[in-house]
């Protein structure tokens, strides 16, 4: 049982340019989450969705696109990449109810 | 604003004794607080969940506490094992639907069990 897997996990770019940070989850949850980490700074969610065809933001979206076609796949675009974008990003996803997020093991990602 | 708080500084303790880490809110009514484990480069993982109208929750060698009117969380470690080296995190939701929108996250603190 892989749980939830993110590719890749580095990634160097430079300003302007852009890319897609995958997530894939074997566990047949409907609720998708990105999260940035930095340090002093804590989680902080992206996007989110809550099943196949529905997204939307979370508190810090701005430079960011998600999208959701299938229940297992949750990909990240940057579309310009920016210094302050320069995170290690989580995917992670959930059942129902109260259950627990489950989490990648991230990508860190650096934009010089 | 909202604020969680957990000790700032890294916690050593010795091995075999209990540890405690504490979370500290402020400005927000949670509907449940959880514990994640996190190893360094690696995602966080879930420990453990307490509800606005619990007291303490317990598993194996973990137990938490929620005081509503402190406004505070206490994660308890005991026979504590070099193995339990990490970094907490505590996370409140204020959502009682459970789609972890609002969850809000704590910076962690890190535990050191020394042999």
């Known amino acids: 049982n892989a749980g939830v897997t993110q590719t890749p996990k580095f990634r160097i770019l430079k300003i302007g340019q852009s890319m897609t940070l995958q997530c894939t989850q074997d566990m047949n949850h409907n609720y998708m989450y990105w999260y940035r980490q930095d340090p002093g700074m804590g989680l902080k969610l992206i996007y989110y969705s809550v099943g196949a065809g529905i997204t939307d933001k979370g508190e810090v979206p701005n430079g960011y696109n998600v999208s959701r076609s299938t229940t297992e796949d949750f990909p990240l675009r940057l579309e310009l990449a920016a210094p302050s974008q320069t995170s290690v990003y989580f995917c992670?996803?959930?059942?129902?109810?109260?259950?627990?997020?489950?989490f990648g093991n991230g990508t860190r990602l650096t934009v010089t | 604003s909202q604020k969680i708080e957990q000790n700032s500084e890294a916690l050593n303790i010795q091995e075999g004794k209990t540890a405690t880490l504490t979370c500290n809110y402020t400005n927000y009514s949670p509907a449940y607080l959880q514990w994640y484990r996190q190893d360094p480069g690696r995602g966080p993982v879930f420990l453990l969940l307490?509800?606005?109208n619990e007291k303490e929750k317990r598993k194996e060698r973990l137990k938490v506490t929620f005081d509503t009117t402190l406004k505070q969380s206490l994660f308890h470690i005991t026979a504590s094992q070099p193995a339990d080296s990490a970094t907490y995190l505590c996370?409140?939701?204020?959502?009682?639907?459970?789609?972890?929108?609002?969850?809000?996250w704590g910076l962690g603190t890190s535990l050191a069990v020394n042999p």
């Open positions: 996370a409140l939701d204020s959502d009682r639907a459970g789609n972890n929108r609002k969850l809000i």
């Open positions: 307490i509800r606005e």
């Open positions: 992670a996803s959930k059942g129902g109810g109260n259950s627990p997020l489950h």
